[in-house]
T-cell receptor, first 114, second 120 residues
Framework: GDSVTQMEGPVTLSEEAFLTINCTYTATGYPSLFWYVQYPGEGLQLLLKATKADDKGSNKGFEATYRKETTSFHLEKGSVQVSDSAVYFCALSKSGDNFNKFYFGSGTKLNVKP | GAVVSQHPSRVICKSGTSVKIECRSLDFQATTMFWYRQFPKKSLMLMATSNEGSKATYEQGVEKDKFLINHASLTLSTLTVTSAHPEDSSFYIC????????????????FGEGSRLTVL
């Protein structure tokens, strides 16, 4: 079945360090891929998305490229800030489900230290 | 942006009692809402799809008599965990699909902040 696997955390970085959070997926058809972020005490917020192979989603300095050949959607940021500390979820959804059903990874907690 | 609010954010209850969790879309209408559950270090799993004015659709393996879902209005869905047991302790998150709101594309999904249930 469809699923998403992402690296376990927590990930602890110093401010201005480079961030990579790995995400791979298994899906039939042509899913859309998403990264959601959850700040402490808040709901999940859409960070970025990509709807087809080779698309790059970007927002707030974060980016991820939809790689069909490696079934991956790794999240990257060149220079993290303390305010980026949060839990990050990778997810997929399909048009066949009317984009109603999301398959999430287990989440990766990022701690950024000053 | 659109806001989805869950209440309570944390609840502790005794085994055998029932607990109700509310999910409200504060500034938009949502004919469809979704309930997810997350076990520690596991993925968020879709439990059920809640449709306003009709019965919820449950995912395979989710007990509908255990997890009662009521979508009474276009802005409110409730999840009631009946006769709760320690194994029901989990993090429950709802999401709402925009069906009507000025300024936001219909069909967008917004998530609540989650409710952590602990059953003693």
């Amino acid at each position: 079945g469809d699923s998403v696997t992402q690296m376990e955390g927590p990930v602890t970085l110093s401010e201005e360090a480079f961030l990579t959070i790995n995400c791979t997926y298994t899906a039939t058809g042509y899913p859309s891929l998403f990264w959601y972020v959850q700040y402490p005490g808040e709901g999940l917020q859409l960070l970025l998305k990509a709807t087809k192979a080779d698309d790059k989603g970007s927002n707030k300095g974060f980016e991820a490229t939809y790689r069909k050949e490696t079934t991956s959607f790794h999240l990257e940021k060149g220079s993290v800030q303390v305010s980026d500390s949060a839990v990050y979820f990778c997810a997929l959804s399909k048009s066949g489900d009317n984009f109603n059903k999301f398959y999430f990874g287990s989440g990766t907690k990022l701690n950024v230290k000053p | 942006g659109a806001v989805v609010s869950q209440h309570p954010s944390r609840v502790i209850c005794k085994s055998g009692t029932s607990v109700k969790i509310e999910c409200r879309s504060l500034d938009f209408q949502a004919t469809t809402m979704f309930w997810y559950r997350q076990f520690p270090k596991k993925s968020l799993m879709l439990m059920a799809t809640s449709n306003e004015g009709s019965k919820a659709t449950y995912e395979q393996g989710v007990e509908k008599d255990k997890f009662l879902i009521n979508h009474a209005s276009l802005t409110l869905s409730t999840l009631t965990v009946t006769s709760a047991h320690p194994e029901d302790s989990s993090f429950y998150i709802c999401s709402a699909k925009v069906s009507s709101w000025t300024g936001v594309n219909t069909g967008e999904l917004f998530f609540g902040e989650g409710s952590r249930l602990t059953v003693l």
